[in-house]
């Protein structure tokens, strides 16, 4: 190697690991969707040996690097195949939290579908204990799931700071998603289990899933109900070009909306106006085509509008990435400086679903990390 390709090779290993380095806050993570290839790869081995299924055809599959929006769903089917007992949700939930923690993540939101499995005996309650049982069994790091029963803020706060302890500090809280491909009364059922576990962890609702597939008019009552209820609502917004959804969409006004990739003109002055936070998904939307590349994804004119963004992976595990990676993306790509992007950061605290306790307490985590890394 030359100098200059080594200088320039410097270059990027240093604004990779500041990317690391900085306190993130994740918002829009599917459970399912963050799942580590080796940990896919080791159950599909376990399935094959079963003779469940085939596992070098599997393996190829989870392997691949590019993957269409319609793969996705086909793929998903796949994962539900090889995480739905119990047992391995609780498996999945420690390390995806595990994975987030370790690269500087302080405060994450993970979603997941609780699912119905008469043949695993699993029920969406059971699911959801599931998933609780994963984050409980986390020992890398503390995690402060529900204040009440964990420990005070106080105390989790003064470790999110200390940044010589031992165990990384990490908030999580969960979003329970509604599948686009659920009825209303099964979707009900969801927006009731958040309500009933929202001293466990559970502070909001998602719609996902499917873009292509079910009707706005099917989860209207839940997500209605949702609101009623006063329970924090994001919804997958334009992933493919759905102008009567689009619409429906945001005259519900929900809390926060993810990806807005397929908006036209008079639907993204519309959201601009309203000014919902967007959950910004880069290496997504670029792979499933909901954006035509990088260099022209509307993260930047969301950006230049000074419209409220927080960067997020979606599928960290499908996609190959990280939400470190998504940061370094948003640098490379349309040039923000370090202190752009931890102004970034720290804005995305804002449109947490927690409460003014966690918000605050995130405040000082950005206000110690400053000093350290501008
Ligand atoms: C819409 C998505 C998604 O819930 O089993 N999901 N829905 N658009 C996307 N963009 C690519 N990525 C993931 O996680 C997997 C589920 O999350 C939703 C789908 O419903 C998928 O089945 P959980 O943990």
């Known amino acids: 190697m030359d100098t200059e390709t080594e200088r320039k090779a410097a270059v990027v290993e240093e604004m990779r690991e500041w990317c690391v380095a900085l306190p993130k806050v994740e918002l829009h993570a599917h459970l399912n969707g963050s799942v580590r290839n080796s940990t896919l790869l080791e159950l599909a081995k376990q399935l094959g040996d079963k003779g469940v299924i085939v596992f070098e055809d599997v393996k190829d599959v989870i392997m691949k690097s590019d993957r269409s929006l319609p793969e996705c769903f086909k793929l998903f089917d796949l994962f539900h195949i090889l995480t739905t007992d119990h ?3 609780t498996r999945v939930a420690k390390e995806v939290v595990e994975d987030f923690a370790a690269e500087n993540v302080v405060y994450l939101e993970i979603r997941t579908t609780p699912k119905n499995n008469e043949a695993k005996g699993m029920t969406k309650r059971s699911y959801m204990d599931a998933v609780i049982k994963g984050l409980k069994e986390v020992e890398a790091v503390d995690v402060a799931l529900f204040d ?7 105390t989790l706060n003064s470790k ?16 329970l998603s509604i599948d686009r491909r659920e009825t209303t009364s099964a979707a009900m059922d969801t927006v009731n289990l958040a309500m009933e576990m929202k001293d466990q962890g559970v502070i909001g609702i998602d719609l996902s899933g499917n873009p292509v597939v079910g009707e706005w008019e099917t989860y209207l009552p839940a ?7 006063g329970i924090p609502i994001t919804i997958h917004c334009g992933e493919v070009a759905n102008r009567k959804e689009i619409q429906a969409v945001l005259d519900f006004f929900p809390q926060r909306l993810g990806h807005v990739c397929c908006l036209n003109d008079v639907e993204w002055e519309k959201l601009k106006s309203l000014m919902i936070p967007v959950e910004i998904c880069l290496t997504s939307n670029v792979m499933t085509g909901g954006a035509p590349s990088l260099e022209l994804h509307h993260f930047a004119d969301l ?3 000074k419209h409220p963004l927080s960067l997020c992976t979606d599928d960290s595990g499908l996609f190959s990435t990280s939400l470190s990676n998504e940061y370094y993306l948003v640098a490379t790509t349309f040039g923000l400086s370090k202190s752009e992007l931890f102004q970034q950061a720290q804005d995305a605290a804002q449109f947490v679903f927690a409460d003014d306790v966690v918000k605050k307490s995130l405040k000082e985590v950005f206000k110690h990390a400053e000093k350290r890394l501008l």
């Open 87 to 89: 047992d391995t949700v």
């Open 223 to 229: 997500l209605q109900h949702a609101k009623n209820l």
């Open 160 to 175: 999110l700071l200390d940044g010589d302890a031992k165990k990384k500090k990490i908030y999580v809280r969960l979003l």
């Open 148 to 154: 009440s029963n964990f420990r005070t803020n106080e």
């Open 303 to 305: 950006y230049n509008a």
